[in-house]
């Protein structure tokens, strides 16, 4: 017997805004209405019930600044909820938000829920270039709740040396991966190439897809004008696409609460497992490159409170803003590179599109549909923040779970993980040294500017560096495995150059 206050998820809904003109594109806040209305529908129920909801809550938008963006949006939906959240930055955030309003259900805190999130970075740049004027919603009444830690993803010390966006982070953890597996940059490049195609496919089937097209492994892999490289080993079709218009949103309640809606119990969606952990913050922080200790928790945890193993689960949505991070969580998780289970429902961000912090939100809307169509099966979704840093997973089935629902606090285990022990870092090496990680940045035509280096100290200690900016170092960096090269490190300034033997 289900107890009432167990959590569920009634109704999602998605949009994909396709290429409107600026002066009449939405805005995040009224996609976040569309979709809003759309999970009521998806519900089974009158989008005026959404009227009795008491907490509302938003994934952080970054293409336009509310004042109180779940404020808002409860009003157009003519709703006063006692809760209204907002969120950090991090790609976590849709399923963080999931896993604490499930436990405000469970403790009977939180009765009816809305989490939404939107962004529409491809109108707003599309009005900059066409000078385009864009009269949106501003301000918003009152101050919301915002959860979720503020700190920035990278200290001064590794912006100091190239270390400040994703399209600069994620290569290091690939090239720390494919020294890891032992693989050829030949044999590394082929394995890109077909995992990057297998999410491709499933993004060409999927409607609320920004990229609607089935990509071969071949075409992922070979640069060209249209598919430059940007941050070593990756080209353009490996990298998250943020210009695009996309929202989603879910609703929740409680077992007793869904049946009050009069939701139809097909249409309920159980969270089984939940965990929410994060790695040693800083990059230069961590333990290695080719591994997280976070993910590998948090999946232990969310798998022991389903009460099940990996082998059980059906369908996987692994956040995959770059390729290293869909094979880190992989890893992580206990899945076998050869595993034949797709790792995406959605087709990923690079293809699906990666819309600010609220892709997982539309994985989470995704899996939603398949766990319905094939009851008694179970999905696993990720959402990560930063660079590998934040992470919340969730599982799922349409299937009640054969215990009463408790989650386990976060703040229980996560202090293992800050205490773990990892190299220390030398802001001024001097002298011999030999690279852990690399990544050789490109400019906008597709030119090697500056190679990035995460190098070790004889004694074991960590330091960052860049290269000299000499084409025949960068393109020998590109040529041969980085990784395991020896060279000399000196600094000043607060600045450190590694110049490989």
Request: with cysteine; glycine share 10%.
């Amino acid at each position: 017997m289900v107890h009432d206050r167990t959590p569920v998820l009634i109704g999602a809904g998605q949009l994909t805004q396709r290429d409107v003109e600026p002066a009449v594109a939405k805005e995040p806040l009224a996609m976040m209405v569309d979709v809003a209305r759309g999970a009521a529908a998806d519900a089974g129920v009158n989008a005026s019930v959404l009227q009795g909801l008491d907490s509302v809550a938003v994934a952080n938008i970054l293409s336009w600044h509310y004042s109180n963006a779940p404020g808002l949006l409860a009003e157009r939906l003519g709703a006063r909820p006692v809760q209204q959240i907002y969120t950090t930055v991090g790609g976590n955030t849709p399923q963080f938000l999931i896993n604490e309003t499930a436990g405000q259900i469970a403790a009977g805190r939180v009765r009816f829920a809305l989490i939404a999130g939107a962004e529409a970075v491809r109108t707003l740049l599309r009005a900059r270039r066409e000078n385009v004027e864009l009269q949106w919603t501003s301000g918003g009444a009152g101050s919301p709740t915002v959860l979720g830690e503020s700190k920035h993803g990278t200290n001064d010390h590794e912006v100091n040396h190239g270390l400040h966006l994703p399209t600069t982070i994620y290569p290091l953890f690939e090239n720390a991966l494919r020294a890891h597996y032992g693989l050829s940059l030949e044999a590394h490049r082929q394995r890109l190439g077909a995992l990057c195609s297998r999410f491709s496919t499933v993004a060409a089937r999927n409607p609320y897809a920004w990229f609607q097209q089935e990509r071969s492994a071949e075409e992922i892999t070979t640069v060209t004008a249209q598919n430059r490289l940007i941050g070593f080993p990756y080209p353009k079709y490996m990298n998250a696409i943020m210009e695009v218009d996309q929202a989603a949103a879910v609703l929740m309640t409680s077992v007793g609460g869904a049946r009050e809606l009069g939701v139809d119990p097909s249409r309920w969606v159980y969270l089984w497992g939940a965990a929410d952990t994060c790695d040693l913050w800083f990059v230069s922080d961590r333990v290695n490159y080719f591994s997280s200790p976070a993910i590998r928790l948090a999946g232990q945890k969310a798998l022991a409170m389903a009460g099940i193993d990996i082998a059980q689960i059906d369908f996987f949505d692994l956040y995959s803003c770059f390729p290293s991070a869909v094979q880190i969580g992989r890893d992580m998780l206990g899945i076998a590179a050869d595993d034949p289970r797709p790792l995406t429902v959605t087709g990923g961000l690079p293809y699906h599109g990666g819309p600010g912090n609220n892709y997982t939100m539309h994985a989470v809307a995704t899996m939603m549909d398949k766990l319905r169509a094939a009851p008694g099966t179970k999905g696993l979704v990720t959402g990560l923040g930063w660079y590998v840093t934040k992470h919340s997973m969730g599982i799922y089935s349409a299937a009640p779970p054969a215990y009463q629902w408790m989650r386990e606090e976060p703040a229980a285990y996560q202090a293992e993980l800050d205490a773990m022990l990892h190299p220390a870092l030398v802001l001024s090496p001097q002298g011999r040294g030999t690279i852990e990680t690399y990544t050789v940045l490109h400019d906008r035509d597709g030119a090697p500017i500056r190679g990035v280096v995460i190098g070790r100290l004889p004694d074991g200690q960590r330091f960052l560096a860049n290269t000299p900016d000499d084409r025949v170092v960068l393109d020998a960096l590109m040529s041969n495995e980085g990784v395991g090269r020896t060279g000399r490190v000196s600094s000043s300034d607060g600045s450190s150059r590694f110049e490989p033997h």
